[in-house]
């Protein structure tokens, strides 16, 4: 357990060496369990707080190629008043690497993660000390990743860097620096098996899928608007003189992309795509035609279908009432007929005493 000072040489490099040319990371492969990973570290230490965690990567390294798939997480801790001032617990890590290696012995330690969103100052450093425990003779370095665990974020939330050395202009001393590499999200088949148990939890049934297709174009679209105000102000500031060290990758880059661009002044495109436009509204305006037809009509339906059944109701009710005063009416009679027969029957007795009489 050491407290990384900044007086320490791990920060930069003042050596005559060449820049890192053989054995540079070609492009890094994330795991969707290191992304768990990472985001249960997160929000059990961090969540809530501006501080960020930082954990090491453990995968496989092939022709420069990096897979990361597994990871543990490494007590750290950074003075907010003084950034300079970092702890990493060193006996945690080597332990832990220990026991992985009893786990699985093809893992190996291919670089550490960091919950960003961007470069401190102590990366560097922290790359210095994880580069300890890298593999004896490794030729492809440890790898830097920043994996953004904020719920808003569109696009691919790993960004991947290497170290590289470059010279410096003011006192022409080669200095370490970060420099991107490109990443991607890969899984093996049983990790996919897993990834979508978990979605079938979080999916949600009441959203169509029409609109989760336009949610993701909408996202696409943002990620791709978000690229190219990148790319504007980049321009900007080498047109301007503010960015005085031009990438000319970057530029080569920009230029393919404009060079692939579509002519759109054509007339036969635009015409093409009018018509082609214009057939798919007809195609849209038909369908809410036609559904509101089958709504009216199954309307009509529905209400016929009340009135009949009301209808049917209603001739039950006269049925019902016309055999209930049937019976009163028999009642009535029969109650008539016995009170005659009663007053007959008076009668007769009181006959019968007068004529003997």
């Known amino acids: 357990m050491v407290a990384e000072k900044k007086d320490e040489s791990a920060d930069t490099t003042t050596t005559a060496t060449t820049s890192v040319t053989m054995g540079d990371g070609v492009d890094v492969t994330v795991h969707p369990l290191v992304l768990l990973s990472v985001a249960d570290h997160y929000h059990r ?3 809530g707080t501006r501080k960020r965690t930082v954990g090491v990567l453990l995968g496989t390294v092939y022709k420069g190629k990096v897979d990361a798939t597994n990871s543990f997480a490494v007590p750290f801790e950074e003075d907010s008043r003084n950034p300079a001032v970092f702890y990493l617990d060193h006996n945690y890590l080597e332990n832990m690497m220990v026991m992985f290696k009893k786990v699985n012995a093809k893992e190996r330690i291919v670089g550490f993660y960091s919950t960003g969103p961007q470069i401190r100052s102590n990366d560097l450093r922290i790359y210095a000390i994880v580069k300890r425990f890298a593999p004896a003779g490794a030729v492809t370095p440890p790898v830097f990743v920043i994996i953004d665990v904020r719920p808003d974020r569109q696009s691919i939330p790993a960004t991947a860097y290497r170290v590289i050395e470059e010279v410096d202009n003011n006192n022409n001393m080669q200095v370490k620096t970060f420099a991107h590499v490109p990443s991607v999200i890969g899984a093996m088949e049983v990790e996919e098996v897993g990834v979508e148990h978990l979605l079938r939890d979080i999916n949600d049934p009441t959203v169509s899928t029409v609109a989760s297709l336009i949610k993701a174009k909408m996202l696409g679209l943002a990620s791709l608007t978000e690229k190219l105000v990148e790319i504007k102000d980049y321009l900007e500031g080498v047109a301007d003189g503010r960015i005085t060290k031009v990438n000319q990758e970057i530029i080569a880059n920009i230029q393919t992309i404009v060079n692939l661009l579509p002519n759109l002044n054509v007339e036969e495109l635009v015409q093409s795509v009018f018509t082609k436009t214009n057939d798919m509204h007809m195609v849209i305006y038909l369908s809410s035609l036609i559904r509101s037809v089958i709504a009216l009509h199954d309307l009509i339906n529905n209400k016929i279908k009340y009135m009949a059944d009301i209808g049917k109701d209603h001739n039950d009710d006269d049925f019902f009432f ?17 009170d005659g027969n009663a007053g007959d029957t008076a009668t007769k007795e009181v006959k019968e005493p007068a004529n003997n009489v």
């Open 45 to 47: 230490v961090a969540k």
């Open 322 to 338: 016309t055999e209930e005063k049937k019976v009163d009416d028999d009642s009535n009679n029969a109650k008539k007929g016995n």
